[in-house]
């Protein structure tokens, strides 16, 4: 029985190549799994999902065009296979330098690169903490519009150059004065490095998430779009219903309460890494 079986194998698996695996192939196919499974996940919320699904139905008509042996249609696609390639590098250039700014700004770049410009001027003091705190406070009771950015390792020059330079110390009535309704200042985003205001009407990128909620306004965008480019923490001041939300790493969490804000502050300025985690209450709606 057993020889009639090793026989029927031998006559199955035959012509087959059966290579020899080890733990080496066994690793490197975990690891491709899991960074193709992170790109379709980082993808899936942009503009370019939608260009990834129209170029994986165009592989599928070219596949069977191979199955049916519709040579013209295969010459076609091999003769432009160049062209596509530069296509899909002007196309997809804002998503490629989005993935590449969150690769430079890990935590362990910082560690192992000595020329690294992240310094302890990036971290603020308990006074600034105090007048963001209480600025948000007295803004949310006027229904003041505000949106207000905590710049952290990823230095945010492109965006302050899109405003007006300020370089003054933070307080809370500079805070108050920059958003104060007809004010010169009042509309765009403040960047706060360290403790001082970089620059004040600050234009930031929209966020391309097409799940967002309909009922959010552009300073909401902005937050988050600054947000997915950057490690920065944006605090949102809501015109409407004076709400306070709060955005890090593409999440979105509205109407926080002061004491949350605090919360979170508190965890950007600690020098640990473990103290960087973004926590809020169970019951906070996430966008």
């Not at 508190?266 to 473990?274: D, L, W």
Request: aromatic content about 6%; glycine content about 6%; charged content about 20%.
């Amino acid at each position: 029985m057993g020889q009639w079986l090793s026989a029927l194998l031998d006559n199955i698996l035959g012509d087959w190549y059966i290579p020899d695996i080890g733990i080496i192939d066994i690793l490197e196919v975990i690891i491709i799994t899991l960074i193709v499974y992170r790109i379709v996940i980082w993808i899936k919320n942009t503009k370019a999902w939608m260009l990834l699904k129209g170029l994986l139905v165009l592989s599928v008509f070219i596949l069977i065009a191979a199955i049916l042996q519709m040579h013209t249609i295969l010459f076609l696609a091999q003769a432009s296979l160049s062209i596509l390639a530069f296509a899909a590098v002007i196309v997809f250039q804002p998503e490629l330098r989005r993935a590449l700014e969150k690769i430079g700004e890990k935590d362990f770049i910082s560690r192992i690169n000595p020329f690294d410009s992240k310094s302890e001027n990036l971290r603020f003091h308990d006074d600034t903490m105090r007048a963001i705190v209480n600025a948000a406070g007295v803004m949310s009771g006027q229904r003041t519009g505000a949106l207000i950015i905590v710049e952290q390792a990823t230095r945010l020059s492109e965006y302050e150059m899109t405003g007006i330079e300020m370089d003054c110390v933070v307080s809370e009535q500079i805070l108050l004065n920059i958003f104060e309704n007809n004010t010169p200042l009042h509309d765009g985003a403040v960047i706060l490095r360290g403790d001082r205001v970089a620059s004040a009407t600050c234009y930031l990128p929209l966020s391309d998430n097409m799940h967002l909620s309909k009922d959010l306004g552009t300073r909401h965008r902005a937050a988050l779009g600054i947000t997915e480019v950057s490690d920065a923490m944006a605090i949102v001041l809501s015109e409407e219903t004076g709400a306070i939300s709060v955005a890090v790493h593409g999440r979105l969490v509205r109407r926080i309460s002061i004491e949350e804000l605090t919360q979170q502050l508190e965890q950007i300025q600690m020098k640990s890494h473990e103290g960087r985690k973004f926590r809020f209450g169970k019951r906070r709606k996430r966008f």
